[in-house]
């Protein structure tokens, strides 16, 4: 090969465009009913299925239709790992046959609009409330709409609480070996994290979680049992280790100390 031939692939290489990262689009249905309803049911059936963890996935939700009365609602939400994502991702995405533009922000970039935006609002004194009219649905339609937004509502909550908690006992156990407390394996801290994740009770807040010659303690907000699955024997400490958050003993997986 020549050393032009060499030096226009090289060059050619060196300004290839960098990937645009993956957009994954998914298209939602929601039951009839007034805009806003549709919108909060679209919403939430977003979050509930998205196809990563809440907190490592940004998206951005669109109706694919106009809004018409007795009518079903279809969206369409796009989804993109958070990682990936700049300040501001702007891409087109094909959704059933036709291309679609699409802006989507980071978390960073949606809390400064956020914040500008309760500026203005502060600044102007009062928000403006559109009227939109008198329309109306059947009352069976309007309870089933309700209905399914309630059950979406209650497994976002769940699924949100559940993303937070593991969040948070991931971020323990990085500063756990950092630490390296007395001299115990990352590998035996990070199996009692994986335990407390999934035994953890729904309602339960774990608020910090130790270590003491291979035994577990964690600190809980009220005094009900922090687990559903008891296959760790518990011991609940006699006094409250602060107000309202009680201290709670965790025997080893095996029965013994390590």
């Known amino acids: 090969m020549s050393p032009a031939a060499v030096l226009r692939l090289a060059s050619d ?15 939602i249905s929601v039951p009839p009913g007034m805009p806003w309803d549709q919108s909060r049911a679209a919403g939430l059936e977003t979050r509930v ?15 694919l239709e106009p809004w018409a009365p007795a009518r079903a609602g279809r969206f369409v939400a796009f989804y993109v790992r958070a990682a990936e994502v700049g300040e501001q991702l702007v891409t087109t995405v094909e959704v059933e046959g036709r ?23 502060l600044a102007a004194g009062a928000a403006t409330v559109v009227a ?9 339609a309007r309870a089933k709409a ?15 609480q559940q993303a937070e908690s593991v969040e948070r006992l991931k971020r323990q156990a990085r500063a756990l070996e950092a630490a390296r407390l ?16 999934t035994a953890k009770a ?16 964690v600190e809980v907000r009220g005094d009900a049992t922090p687990f559903e699955r008891l296959d ?25 100390a390590r």
């Open 13 to 27: 290489e060196e300004d290839a465009a960098p990937e645009e990262p993956k957009v994954f689009a998914r298209v």
């Open 202 to 217: 729904p309602t339960s807040r774990i608020e910090g979680v130790h270590w003491d010659h291979g035994f577990m303690a």
């Open 182 to 197: 007395h001299g115990q394996s990352l590998d035996d801290l990070l199996k009692d994290l994986a335990w407390a994740s």
């Open 132 to 140: 939109l009219g008198s329309l109306s649905l059947a009352l069976s």
């Open 232 to 256: 760790r024997p518990l011991q609940k400490s006699a006094r409250p280790a602060r107000p309202g958050v009680w201290l709670w003993g965790v025997a080893p997986g095996n029965g013994a």
């Open 49 to 63: 299925g998205a196809p990563l963890p809440i907190g490592e996935v940004v998206y951005r939700l669109r109706r």
């Open 99 to 121: 291309p679609l533009s699409v802006s989507i922000l980071s978390f960073a970039e949606q809390a400064r609009r956020a914040r500008r935006l309760a500026t203005l609002a």
């Open 146 to 160: 309700e209905e399914r937004i309630a059950g979406l509502e209650l497994q976002a909550a769940r699924k949100l």
